[in-house]
């Protein structure tokens, strides 16, 4: 097991310097300034419309850049011939109402400061949307923070037995799977209702990842957790375990560990958020782009979107039966690290396309510090009937491509066979409430007891 957790941060490290020792892409950053001047006048897209590989480029300013270059067929991933997106109205049901409370009260309160070290720090934040209305100064950092706090569930439980699986396709078609115990959960600031609202399993914290291989057997129990701080001036990064089960412990990784794959997979820790952006709001910062309508996969068929059969392979690409495609209004930032933290940091640029509603980003290009076009990820966050709640979101799918490496891994909305959708909040089984097991370096030592 040793060797293999080995292999994994060896494998991070080696992913992380790959665009540094000379790939090249003909896509560069320059070519996201040219996207945001062609899409200023976005024109019509009618419900009903149908877009396919034969009138793409009429629609193509819907489209985010990374995916336009699928359509173009830029890299070894490129979009099937038969791809189909059909265009439906727009639905805007993500939000619970006691998410709109929160943010209706203590949105118009709070700020941001900027340090002499160049660092931000948000002031007087208590739940909900920070900045419902960003504006300048500083609205792109704005924008960064309500994608870093997008609503999501106070309680995300994924297991086998409903979504906890995951893909990894390589450029000769090769799919390997991988099943996971998944318990994402807020720590502080809890809007939702039906769920505790006081924890102290992890002080200081807000939020708390915990996730656990449960598939293939020679990485079983190995486990990540990643904790994130209210106070990030002390905490910039989250601190971040991994349980090794040859060694019967949990080791700290390094902040440089944000660069490196969870699992091996294509997201980074980083990444590895239905937001679209798991960094900190305190040492990295973001430039707004514009307003802008782009198409997205919000509200899913759960009978159509199972892997394999609902995914147009080897690209993992959603085939229609996963339903309607939306036009929704999307925030465009730029995400880097500020100046004096930038060194040795794995992208750029995050050109994140955050949904205005809730604010998880829909779509990321990712750009490595040569400025190019390394990955594109797809995070279709969905929303749907919760039972006990209502309507609100209630789930992701997500595919990672590299372009560079001609690698993909796709996480299934709805796992394989169960077609279940994740646990939330008060439907998930009582087990995963225990947030020390869940939810603390302590709680790593009690794997494999």
């Given amino acids: 097991m040793l060797k293999v957790f080995s292999r994994l941060l060896a494998a991070g490290v080696i992913i992380a310097l790959l665009p540094s020792l000379g790939w090249s892409q003909s896509t560069d950053r320059s070519e996201m300034d040219q996207w945001i001047k062609d899409t200023a006048n976005q024109g019509d897209l009618p419900v009903g419309t149908k877009i396919t590989m034969s009138n793409w480029q009429q629609y ?50 709070t700020t941001v400061e900027v340090l002499p070290n160049g660092h931000y720090v948000m002031h007087n934040y208590h739940g909900g949307t920070p900045f419902p209305n960003p504006q300048e100064p500083n609205k792109g950092w704005k924008v960064m923070a309500n994608a870093f706090w997008a609503f999501v569930p106070a309680i995300y439980v994924n297991t086998p037995n409903n979504v906890g ?96 794959p969870v699992f091996g997979f294509d997201w980074t820790y980083d990444d590895a958020k239905t ?38 392979m080897p690209l993992g690409f959603p085939k229609p039966s996963w339903g309607k495609w939306e036009a929704r209004l999307h925030a465009v930032a730029d995400i880097h690290r500020i100046p004096s933290e930038s060194a040795g940091y794995c992208y750029s640029s ?26 594109s990820i797809a995070y279709y966050n969905d929303a749907g009937n919760v039972p006990g709640y209502g309507d609100m979101w209630d789930g992701v799918a997500s595919m990672a491509m590299d ?43 009690m794997i494999m007891r």
């Avoid at 200081?204 to 129990?221: F, K």
């Avoid at 900190?280 to 059969?309: C, M, W």
């Avoid at 995050?350 to 990955?375: F, M, P, T």
């Fill in 165 to 260: 699986s995951v893909w990894a396709v390589d450029r000769y078609g090769n799919v390997n799977r991988t099943t996971l115990d998944i318990v994402y959960r807020w720590s502080s600031y809890v809007t939702d209702a039906n769920v505790p609202h006081d924890l102290n399993y992890a002080p200081g914290t807000w939020y708390t990842e915990w996730g656990m291989e449960e598939q293939p057997e020679q990485a079983r129990y190995t486990a990540s957790l990643s904790l994130f701080y209210i106070d990030q001036e002390a905490h910039p990064f989250a601190d971040t375990y991994v349980f090794v089960p040859a060694l019967r412990r949990s080791l700290r990784l390094s902040s440089t560990a944000r660069c490196s």
């Fill in 403 to 445: 372009f560079q490496n001609m690698h993909e891994t796709v996480w299934c909305g709805f796992g394989n066979d169960a077609k279940q959708k994740p646990y939330l909040d008060a439907n998930a089984p009582k087990e995963f409430f225990d947030g020390v097991k869940y939810g603390s370096p302590g709680g790593l030592q």
């Fill in 60 to 109: 193509k300013n819907f489209l985010p850049l990374g995916m336009q270059k699928l359509f173009e067929g830029t890299y070894f991933w490129k979009m099937p011939q038969d791809v189909e997106l059909d265009v439906g109205p727009t639905i805007n049901n993500f939000l619970p109402a006691t998410w709109k409370d929160a943010t209706e009260k203590y949105g118009p309160q």
């Fill in 350 to 375: 995050r050109i994140i396309y955050a949904d205005r509603e809730h604010w998880n980003g829909n779509w990321v290009d990712l750009y490595d510090s040569n400025r190019k076009l390394w990955k």
């Fill in 275 to 312: 937001n679209g952006f798991n960094g900190s709001t305190s040492i990295y910062t973001a430039d707004f782009l514009g307003d802008r309508k782009i198409l997205t996969l919000s509200h899913f068929n759960q009978e159509g979107a199972v892997f394999p059969d609902g995914y147009l």
